[in-house]
């Protein structure tokens, strides 16, 4: 049995069923409790071709994948920060630790990692990259492919691969940090990174307004786009504003940081561009709200995606594709809910017509969540040229000959 095989290299203690959701991601799952055992266990499965594939808290995996790989490998064990440097601003940590864990230990210096995943203390860093995960705070601090500047992951072969450094300017080599993120580990088992962290504002306010079409929510929002630097911009549809009070009507949510000064100049400038409607909240109400907003559930709905435009053409997309929203209407990016959908035709539909309104406004689609009756009709991610693609399988090929990397759940099956 492949639960034996693997106890026998790694260890029985470590080696375990999958439990709630991983079950949708692994059928065994294997947690190392070092670089040296997942060396090893990558090693066993490149001999026999067994799929593996890193787990978080299964998040991602367990919503797309349409057959659980052979073995998840778990990397609760490999949960350490191995060097901080308040002065340098740059944090070196194991992939297991979470971005909830990491920013609670750099909180004492004032600094964090800028970075809003839904759930953050569900999200570990090798799940942030690998996934690409991203909340409101992109608008202003980037994504992890921005703060990201050292990776280390175990590739084909077992072998422990490392790119870039622990300082910021670091140009040797080729950019394994981007060909990793955003790689669904299609290309090895990410163990460590090193990031950049920044520090945190001395004060957070959200300025939230309602209104009746989503039309005005999004042309007060690009008012408010043009005139300030927002740490986020959001705009929300009916579904999701209950929790905010605001039941029935379309959201603006526009989040503001800095020193007392700078926040009554934005929070004047706010309420002056429109003509005084807007509810400002300060300290942990302010708070409270945004961490409502960036842990918005589009999972539990039958089919929900992701699509990407020109911010200027978000408003005409969402519209046209329908369904409940986030929106991060200074990004340009959109989480779209679909509650309805019934059969696997309905969503593949769906999914087809709200893809080709991305294309017509230059922009692309991903589904990030499917029930899993759904999953065999749908593609999950936008098919590139035919170059790129091309490209993308040689990567694959170079880096993951044996095809045992997260198997067939990334762009064109790969």
């Given at each position: 049995?492949?639960?034996?095989?693997?106890?026998?290299?790694?260890?029985?203690?470590?080696?375990?069923?999958?439990?709630?959701?991983?079950?949708?991601?692994?059928?065994v799952v294997v947690e190392p409790a070092s670089v040296e055992e997942i060396c090893e266990l990558v090693r066993l499965c490149e001999t026999d071709r067994i799929s593996l594939a890193a787990l978080g808290a299964s998040r991602t995996l367990a919503?797309?994948?349409?057959?659980?790989?052979?073995?998840?490998?778990?990397?609760?064990?490999?949960?350490?920060?191995?060097?901080?440097?308040?002065?340098?601003?740059?944090?070196?940590?194991?992939?297991?630790?979470?971005?909830?864990?990491?920013?609670?230990?750099?909180?004492?210096?004032?600094?964090?990692?800028?970075?809003?995943?839904?759930?953050?203390?569900?999200?570990?860093?090798?799940?942030?990259?690998?996934?690409?995960?991203?909340?409101?705070?992109?608008?202003?601090?980037?994504?992890?492919?921005?703060?990201?500047?050292?990776?280390?992951?175990?590739?084909?072969?077992?072998?422990?691969?490392?790119?870039?450094?622990?300082?910021?300017?670091?140009?040797?080599?080729?950019?394994?940090?981007?060909?990793?993120?955003?790689?669904?580990?299609t290309l090895g088992i990410v163990t460590e990174a090193t990031f950049k962290v920044r520090p945190i504002s001395p004060q957070y306010c959200l300025a939230i307004i309602p209104y009746d079409r989503a039309a005005d929510a999004f042309e007060a929002?690009?008012?408010?786009?043009?005139?300030?630097?927002?740490?986020?911009?959001?705009?929300?549809?009916?579904?999701?504003?209950?929790?905010?009070?605001?039941?029935?009507?379309?959201?603006?949510?526009?989040?503001?940081?800095?020193?007392?000064?700078?926040?009554?100049?934005?929070?004047?400038?706010?309420?002056?561009?429109?003509?005084?409607?807007?509810?400002?909240?300060?300290?942990?109400?302010?708070?409270?709200?945004?961490?409502?907003?960036?842990?918005?559930?589009?999972?539990?709905?039958?089919?929900?995606?992701?699509?990407?435009?020109?911010?200027?053409?978000?408003?005409?997309?969402?519209?046209?594709?329908?369904?409940?929203?986030?929106?991060?209407?200074?990004?340009?990016?959109?989480?779209?809910?679909?509650?309805?959908?019934?059969?696997?035709?309905?969503?593949?539909?769906?999914?087809?017509?709200?893809?080709?309104?991305?294309?017509?406004?230059?922009?692309?689609?991903?589904?990030?969540?499917?029930a899993p009756e759904f999953r065999d009709r749908l593609e999950f991610f936008d098919t590139p040229n035919d170059g790129a693609l091309a490209l993308m399988r040689k990567l694959k090929a170079s880096f993951d000959p044996s095809g045992i990397f997260?198997?067939?759940?990334?762009?064109?099956?790969?």
């Amino acid at each position: 049995m492949l639960a034996e095989r693997v106890t026998h290299q790694i260890g029985g203690d470590r080696v375990r069923a999958p439990i709630g959701r991983e079950a949708n991601a692994a059928r065994v799952v294997v947690e190392p409790a070092s670089v040296e055992e997942i060396c090893e266990l990558v090693r066993l499965c490149e001999t026999d071709r067994i799929s593996l594939a890193a787990l978080g808290a299964s998040r991602t995996l367990a919503q797309i994948r349409r057959l659980p790989v052979e073995v998840g490998v778990s990397l609760k064990r490999l949960a350490k920060i191995v060097a901080y440097e308040p002065d340098d601003m740059t944090i070196v940590a194991e992939a297991g630790i979470t971005v909830g864990e990491l920013n609670s230990a750099t909180a004492a210096s004032r600094q964090r990692l800028p970075v809003d995943p839904c759930n953050p203390a569900l999200t570990t860093l090798g799940a942030l990259i690998s996934a690409s995960h991203a909340g409101p705070l992109r608008l202003s601090e980037g994504t992890a492919r921005d703060l990201l500047i050292g990776i280390r992951f175990v590739g084909h072969g077992g072998a422990l691969i490392h790119g870039g450094g622990r300082v910021v300017k670091n140009v040797a080599g080729y950019d394994l940090m981007k060909v990793m993120g955003g790689a669904y580990g299609t290309l090895g088992i990410v163990t460590e990174a090193t990031f950049k962290v920044r520090p945190i504002s001395p004060q957070y306010c959200l300025a939230i307004i309602p209104y009746d079409r989503a039309a005005d929510a999004f042309e007060a929002a690009s008012k408010l786009h043009d005139a300030l630097p927002l740490s986020h911009l959001e705009v929300l549809s009916p579904e999701f504003t209950s929790a905010l009070g605001a039941a029935d009507k379309f959201l603006l949510l526009a989040g503001f940081s800095g020193t007392p000064l700078e926040i009554g100049y934005q929070a004047g400038k706010i309420r002056d561009l429109l003509k005084g409607r807007a509810e400002i909240l300060e300290g942990e109400n302010a708070r409270a709200s945004y961490e409502r907003v960036r842990d918005l559930d589009f999972c539990s709905a039958p089919l929900s995606v992701q699509l990407s435009v020109p911010p200027a053409r978000l408003a005409r997309v969402i519209e046209a594709c329908g369904g409940e929203f986030r929106a991060h209407a200074g990004s340009g990016v959109a989480q779209l809910a679909f509650a309805n959908e019934s059969s696997a035709e309905s969503a593949r539909t769906t999914v087809h017509r709200c893809r080709a309104i991305a294309h017509s406004e230059h922009g692309n689609l991903r589904v990030f969540a499917a029930a899993p009756e759904f999953r065999d009709r749908l593609e999950f991610f936008d098919t590139p040229n035919d170059g790129a693609l091309a490209l993308m399988r040689k990567l694959k090929a170079s880096f993951d000959p044996s095809g045992i990397f997260n198997p067939r759940c990334f762009v064109g099956g790969i």
